[in-house]
């Protein structure tokens, strides 16, 4: 291996950064850093110059992580920054790993699903300005004479915590006690919803054990000064007796004593036990993917897990508790008639939410409602 430099480029601008980061580079350069310390990362938002920034760093290897909305635009970007720097480029997140077909022919290979692990091995693999015995690397998906191979899966990591916590100098975040940190303390999502990919991506839900999140929570506080944390996870309140232990374990921090939450949770797993217990973590805001007031538009867009009078009784409890409470909803589902909005929009104004987000279906790749977008003919191509 030739300690080889990697420059990212993530398809979020600066300002989101500051409130939305991409953990996930976070906890891809945290990781290389442990495993292979004599490598070095440097990172782009979308937002800058890039050319600037890859000719200022001089990498080896250029990593280019999106999502399917920015996609083409990053396509685009392979093709540029291969016809000036000629090095490799490697792609990364979640469209190219639920779609490895659209590798583009200037990129050389793909990390798909979860990427620590398999960015080492790809590094390890690096000499003398190309990569080397690719066969045997799983997950990847790699170009070879113009063909595009892909590997049989990496098994996931386990335990969780062999992974360092993100690599926030890398990610440039500048939290303080006026600005909200992000952690996340989950990695997937047992609920299978058809706008959403996380399942599919993931294949399971695995969480980071009580004792790793409270530490990373007191790093927060210690080193940034914040006074409020977003727990970005899917489904932060999946596992009670998790949940239980946790707040356990904070009570005994003093560095955790004012600490606030706004946390992620589902509608049909919430009850008065629940509240208490993220009460006294100190959670002050809770936001639930309600999705839709029709019920045949939510069983749609949940498969049938929940009923819109569970989503109220949920909302009636959070109240109860004095949380703040924001709702996401979508509108648009296959099918959905004008009527079956508005009762959507009807549902909204009769649970007074404190906020609430309302969202156009969209069938991204690996999703259900693509396969169904594409079993209706409304999709005709793979092609994003």
């Given amino acids: 291996m030739d300690n080889p430099r990697i420059h990212f480029v993530v398809d979020t601008d600066q300002a989101s950064a500051r409130f939305s980061p991409t953990l996930g580079i976070g906890y891809l350069s945290s990781y290389m850093k442990r495993v292979l310390p004599n490598t070095s990362a440097s990172l782009s938002y979308r937002d800058e110059d890039i050319v600037a920034d890859i000719e200022r760093f001089k990498p080896d290897i250029i990593g280019l992580s999106c999502t399917s909305r920015y996609f083409s635009d990053f396509r685009k970007l392979s ?27 200037s990129s050389e290979l793909a990390v798909i699903g979860e990427g620590e692990e398999t960015l080492v091995e790809v590094l390890r693999n690096y000499r003398d300005g190309s990569f080397q015995g690719l066969e045997s690397v799983l997950g990847i998906a790699y170009r070879r004479d113009g063909k595009i191979s892909i590997n049989p899966k990496r098994p996931l990591i386990a335990p969780l915590e062999k ?6 100098d890398l990610l440039r975040v500048h939290w303080d006690r006026n600005h909200r940190a992000v952690m996340m303390t989950s990695r997937g999502c047992p609920c299978k919803c058809r706008f959403c990919a996380s399942s ?6 695995r969480l980071f054990s009580p004792e790793y999140v409270v530490g990373e929570m007191v790093h927060l506080s210690s080193r940034f000064g914040v006074r409020e944390i977003l727990i970005y996870d899917d489904f932060f309140t999946v596992n009670k007796d998790r949940i239980r232990k946790i707040t ?5 921090r003093p560095e955790l004593k004012k600490m606030k939450f706004e946390i992620l949770s589902r509608a049909d797993q919430f009850d008065d036990a629940m509240a208490g217990n993220l009460r006294e973590l100190g959670v002050y805001r809770i936001s639930f993917g309600i999705e839709s007031g029709n019920q045949k538009t939510l069983d749609y867009l949940k498969n049938g897990s929940l009923r819109v009078e569970e989503a109220e009784r949920a909302i009636r409890v959070a109240k109860s508790h004095k949380f703040e409470i924001a709702g996401s909803f979508i509108i648009g589902s296959p099918g959905e008639s004008a009527d079956e909005i508005e009762d959507t ?3 909204i104004r009769k649970l007074g939410l404190d906020a609430v987000q309302i969202t156009v279906a969209t069938p991204f790749p690996g999703t259900m409602m693509w396969e ?9 191509s793979d092609e994003w």
């Fill in 79 to 105: 093709d540029a920054l291969q016809e000036r720097f000629r090095i490799p480029i490697l792609w990364g997140g979640t469209h190219i790993s639920l779609a490895p077909d659209a590798l583009p022919d």
């Fill in 163 to 168: 992974i360092p916590m993100p690599d926030t």
């Fill in 200 to 205: 599919k991506f993931w294949d399971r839900t």
């Fill in 248 to 252: 356990q374990l904070a009570k005994d």
């Fill in 345 to 347: 929009f009807r549902f």
């Fill in 372 to 380: 169904d977008g594409k079993a209706s003919g409304v999709i005709a």
